[in-house]
């Protein structure tokens, strides 16, 4: 392999790397025995910017947003420890220099029965 091709290959991988986040766990098992507070909501937005459209790549609140969704829908309904039957939905939407990205989560808030 000659010094060309290796260059080539190496800003190619470094121009199709992207970031991650670490998998989270959006809704923990419920409990044996569990009393349904009633439905639950909550909407967390994060953005991708840069100053141009073309290259969206630094990120500020994306990788919290799930798990904010998640805590401020469990907060929304009182004495609520934990939802489910959650469902996820996501949105954008553009910005003069960047996109905003926002999850939304909904599910039936619980609590466990004694």
Known sequence: ??????MATASLSVLLGACTSAPINVSPLPPAKYQVLGKAEAKHCGSLG?????????????????????????????????????????????WFVGT??????????IKEAT
């Open 1 to 6: 392999m000659n010094i060309a091709h290796a």
């Open 100 to 109: 905003s990205r926002c999850t939304k989560i909904s599910g039936d808030a």
């Open 50 to 94: 840069a100053m141009a459209t073309a290259y969206y790549f630094i990120p500020m609140g994306l990788n919290a947003r799930v798990e904010s969704a998640y805590q401020e829908a469990v907060a929304s309904v009182p004495g609520a420890t934990a939802l489910i039957n959650v469902s996820i939905s996501e949105d954008w939407s553009w």
